[in-house]
């Protein structure tokens, strides 16, 4: 009999937790498994700000695929998803097509624009790697352009981040502790600096403890971080942001962060989505299709508690990795009876840069150095899962 092949579209945390998960459980007689990604490399999304703000180097944040998979037991394809095909049960490659039993789709998400003009033209969009180090590149031609070019306008080193979540707040964060060097550096008076963070719901990190937004506002206003809440953008221009009832902000930076919405790659294969993402059966399969598994951004459940669907996080990616491996060993071993997802929320630690951060954990709320050093022991726990203890030790955040 031909073993079951399982493919496995992404290697995020959802994607590359699968893979590692499932070539755990599965014998080498039970099944082929394939996982197929952009790059040859993994890379914690949730530490993006930090390389994008240039507080972090790049090549930290990720790690080659290939060291993290039994290659014996998972076979690494670097190409592009561009569809799945689902009645032909087979994915279609940048450069070729992969035929599956099972397929685990975990290709994360893109920037939610909402339809607002200029975004892509003008605006930093890619929470990637490759979209970070453009991110910081900008950021210190920006610096060094304040003292060489002539005619230096209002918004040489004005910053606006659009969206006042946490990929916003803890990319401010990063960036408002690392200005005073940068004025340092390129010899620019701290006064020319101005970070704007625009937000069009009526508060910060909605649906965050009201009480932990305001030491977070605080903390950032101290750093020079001027909020507009309440405030939607209306436009992007080549030169900054039109807001509220027409108020130009000049800036040569804008980095968005208003949310994400499913990959592309979703909608173009016909499956039903709002914003990208599928509302997925309890088990995480897409509905009408038994052999396809939605997991991470790409994925909607909705929080029966508040009657709304979970924010897309790795934490939640990491745990839908984890029920999938589990029922696609059942699938394998006959049973139809697979396990419903339940997320068990761990708590949530927002970075802040440097030595700053606010969360949640259980029911206690914390700040300051506290949650900083919770927020690094999360960063190294998702590597501890993916890698092991050598790769905790190698690419982790010490001292904590
Ligand atoms: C700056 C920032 C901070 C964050 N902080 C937190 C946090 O503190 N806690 C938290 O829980 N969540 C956080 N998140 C959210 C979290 O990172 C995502 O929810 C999580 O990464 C989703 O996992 P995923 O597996 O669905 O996608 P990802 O981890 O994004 O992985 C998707 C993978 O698919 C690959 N890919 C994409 N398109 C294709 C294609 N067409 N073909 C092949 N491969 C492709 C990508 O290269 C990538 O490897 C943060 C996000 C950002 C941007």
Redesign the pocket.
Known sequence: MNKAKIVI????????NAAVTLSKKLGANDASITL????DY??Q?????EP?AGSMEPDRARVKISSLLNTNRVNFVE????EVKKEDKKIILKNGELDYDYLVV????TAETFGIPGVHEHAFTK??LDGARQVKEHIELKFADYNNVLDRTEGVLTFVVAGAG??GI??IGELSERAPELCKRYDVPREAVRMYVVEAAPSALPGFDPELVEYGMNLLESRGVEFKINTPIKEVTASGVIVGEGEEINADTIVW?TG?RG?P?IEKSGFEANRGRVKVEPDLRAPGHDDVFI????ALIINEEANRPYP??????TQMAKTTAKNIESLLKGSSNLEAFKFNNQG????LGGKEAIGVVGSRKIYGGTASFM?KM?DNKALLTVGGPMLALKKGKFPL
């Open positions: 579209a992404g290697a995020g945390y959802g994607g590359m197929v990604n952009k790059h993994h890379y999304t949730t530490w993006l700000h994008a190409d592009e998803v561009v975990a290709l994360g998400a929470w990637t946490f990929t803890e990319f962060a994400v990959n790659v997991i991470g951004d790409c897309p996080t790795a934490q939640i990616a949530t630690v927002a970075s927020k999360i």
